[in-house]
């Protein structure tokens, strides 16, 4: 069966199965060069069909994440906020309609704003800015027209399901263990927390399901008070936690900590704000800026704990899988792993909204699968992260020889022997190989390396390459098997995502300080397996061979505020506009005059 899951809210999405196995997996706003993009998502369709050599036509079915989605964020794209447009939508639009008895118009305190070339839909079908109803009609409409499909192969899922039944059935322990799984994030079709039970090799079922839980809520207005983009800084407020305490804290902490409680499986408040923005806002006036960050992510840390404790204790299962956009919180998810009663803890990559298209078509390979119902061998566990476009060598040659800019450039084709050199000599290296990653980390193919050994690498690449905030840490790739020598993962956690946090060892200050928090040096690992990515490894490998280090430092290619590279042209364009060294594209590397 060849199904098709497609997320068109933010982090929007393709998503393709094809007898139970993913074979591509794209979020849109790599190929639209656009952050966090919303909509219809073309470009990852039309990509996510070739990769799979099918046509819309050979499409049987298709999955669909969310039922509601306000037209007004069509029609006004969020992506394209500014800071200050986000603090203009709280005191323009929410403060008038909460505190002062007016309803203004969305459409119209963002006038400035309105999109209409990206609205596909027929808007003869919604009432206003707000029919989520009716904007669900027109989008199974075009849905209808755009793949030629009836409306009974059509099905759409709600927010949290699509969240739970990826992360459940992307597991690759499920068919041998029960989980518990935990779904967090900003909202979804009225809820923005949920609670699963997934029996071994069963069908996942919802224990429990709130509009209350609102960590991620929380954690994007304090990101917005800090004067960051409350949909996409969240980890900078994560990265910069570390560097308050109590002295300066305390009194932000105690602020977070009288409000949202854990009540079971579900939340309720000690003091129940009449808007959380404000109410923050009002209450954090004049403390530090490193405290408030301290103080929300202490608060994250211990709700997050208190509720998987509570869903543990409840199923008596201690095999944990946390998804949804406050599962990227990797801090947060270290303090649960941490627990006594947790055996496990799994948190797939893309756990947030880029991920609901998956879990779609996940969802309908189950539910369609011409197999008994109580089983789930419909769908296999997730195989490979490297799910996108590929480009040959003979390709980017051709592209070399006429891409602009390159001119005084030095283009050879070299052994990895030779990269592991210039890596070992300070040289910054982009690298584009194989497969484009799925999700938000970069996990060596389109990635920027360095020598993990040397603090001031992290100074170089903030200041002259990822042109980003100082006290943002970067993370590690890892040959697997040197694992051990540089974090302390008493559990044997699966660290090959970047989407946990461990603790280093001695050999780990000794050998990545650069790739560990400056503060509390902690390791956001990407554990690199030769089976799962064979080139990679080999690069790694050499490395090592050359200065006896097991690791380098890996953060994302791009530029601050643009999405991963994703096509060779992206990849020559950031190389251009940075403070790069050596570009590695497939088996040619591209090196600056006098480099």
């Not at 790599?30 to 996510?48: M, N």
């Not at 323009?92 to 305190?109: A, H, Q």
């Not at 270290?334 to 880029?354: F, I, M, Q, T």
Request: net charge neutral; aromatic share 10%.
């Amino acid at each position: 069966m060849i199904i098709l899951g497609v997320n068109e809210g933010h982090n929007a999405s393709a998503a393709l199965l094809m007898d139970g196995k993913l074979v591509a997996a794209i979020s849109e706003d790599r190929p639209a060069r656009q952050t966090t993009r919303s909509g219809f998502p073309f470009k990852a369709i039309e990509e996510c069909l070739a990769l799979g050599g099918v046509t819309k036509g050979d499409i049987q079915r298709l999955a669909i994440s969310t039922m509601h989605l306000p037209p007004k964020y069509f029609w006004i794209p969020r992506e394209v906020f500014s800071i200050r447009d986000f603090w203009r939508e709280q005191n323009d639009y929410w403060k008038p309609r909460l505190f002062e008895g007016r309803r203004p118009v969305y459409m119209d305190v963002f006038k400035d704003k309105v999109d209409v070339s990206r609205f596909v839909y027929d808007s003869a079908l919604i009432k206003d800015e707000d029919d989520s109803e009716g904007m669900l009609e027109a989008r199974l409409r075009h849905h209808e027209r755009f793949f030629g499909l009836p409306r009974d192969r059509i099905t759409v899922y709600d927010h949290h399901t699509c969240h739970a039944w990826y992360a459940f059935m992307v597991h690759p322990r499920r068919l041998e263990q029960d989980l518990v799984i935990f779904a967090a994030d900003g909202a979804g079709d009225g809820v923005n927390g949920s609670v699963w039970f997934g029996p071994r090799g069963q069908p996942l079922r919802a224990l429990h399901r709130t509009n209350q839980c609102n960590i991620g809520r929380i954690y994007r207005y304090a990101t917005l008070l800090l004067g960051m983009k409350q949909f996409e800084h969240a980890f900078k407020t994560m990265g910069l936690a570390p560097y308050g305490n109590p002295k300066y804290g305390a009194a932000a902490y105690d602020v977070f900590a009288e409000t949202l409680q854990v009540d079971g499986l579900g939340f309720s408040y000690r003091v129940k704000p009449r808007d959380h923005f404000f109410h923050f806002k009002d209450k954090l006036e004049g403390m530090r800026f490193d405290g408030i960050a301290w103080g929300v992510q202490k608060r994250t840390e211990e709700l997050l704990s208190q509720w998987v404790g509570n869903g543990v204790r409840e199923t008596g299962c201690g095999h944990v899988v946390m998804t949804g956009g406050v599962a990227m919180n990797i801090k947060a998810n270290k303090v649960v792993w941490e627990r006594s009663d947790v055996e496990s803890l799994y948190v797939p990559p893309g756990s947030g909204d880029e991920s609901l298209a998956i879990g779609a078509a996940c969802k309908v390979a189950v539910e369609f699968a011409e197999v008994p119902a109580e089983t789930i061998e419909g769908c296999r566990p997730m195989s490979t992260v490297y799910l996108g476009p590929s480009f040959d060598d003979a390709a980017i040659k051709r592209l070399l020889e006429r891409m602009e800019g390159l001119e005084g450039c030095r283009v050879e084709t070299v052994a990895l022997s030779r990269v592991a050199q210039l890596l070992a000599m300070g040289r910054v290296v982009g690298r584009f190989a194989g497969r484009a990653e799925f999700g938000q980390r970069a996990l060596g193919n389109r990635s920027i390396l360095a020598d993990p050994r040397p603090r001031e690498v992290v100074r170089t690449i903030n200041e002259m390459i990822k042109q980003r905030d100082f006290w943002m840490p970067f993370a590690s790739s890892v040959l697997a098997e040197r694992m051990p020598d540089y974090v302390i993962n008493p559990k044997n956690l699966q660290g090959d995502f970047m989407t946990l946090a461990f603790d280093s060892t001695a050999a780990g200050q000794r050998d990545m300080m650069g790739a560990l928090h400056p503060y509390d040096h902690t390791s956001r690992p990407h554990a690199v397996h030769r089976e799962a990515n064979p080139g990679y490894h080999a690069l790694l490998s050499a490395f090592a061979e050359e200065t006896g280090v097991g690791a380098l430092l890996n953060t994302s290619f791009n530029l601050h505020g643009e999405p991963i590279v994703h096509t060779p042209e992206d990849a020559i364009s950031t190389f251009l506009r940075s403070g790069l060294d050596h570009l590695l594209l497939e088996n040619w590397l591209v090196s600056k005059p006098g480099k």
